[in-house]
């Protein structure tokens, strides 16, 4: 990547839609709820992100109601026309680095804090790119 670039970071998210529910008149607040248990259910706690081994700072973030459109082949494997578009809402934790200096960096994440690391990313930084 070339020097000067934020990196948005996302540590963990969850949503939930008006497909999931089943409900195309999904209200802002049944959606709300509906995620805050998804992320119960899942065992989110508060991800842990470290890049070169620094922890960084991570900020709870929520969506307010966001418009989607299903394909007919969706990842839900939704056919009832009613229910291929609407409304949801996300949740989780989140933050924007700084540009990283110039060579390979470690970005990883543990999901739910418990000290095992779920994923791991490696950013190079490239004068020349």
Do not use: W
């Not at 008006?18 to 508060?46: I, K, N, Y």
């Amino acid at each position: 990547m070339k020097p000067g670039t934020k990196i948005f970071v996302l540590g963990v998210t969850v949503e939930c839609s008006a497909t999931e529910l089943g409900d195309p008149e999904a209200t802002e607040e049944e959606l709300r709820a509906c995620a805050e248990e998804m992320a119960a259910q899942l065992g989110f706690g508060t991800p842990v992100v470290t890049v070169d081994g620094e922890t960084v700072s991570l900020r709870a973030i929520e969506t307010g109601p966001v418009e989607y459109v299903l394909p007919a082949d969706n990842i839900l494997g939704e056919t009832d026309p009613a229910l291929l578009s609407g409304q949801f809402v996300a949740l989780g934790f989140a933050t924007l680095l700084h540009p990283l200096p110039p060579g390979e960096h470690e970005i990883m994440i543990d999901f739910d804090g418990d000290g095992d690391i779920d994923n791991t990313t490696t950013i190079i930084v490239d004068p020349n790119a």
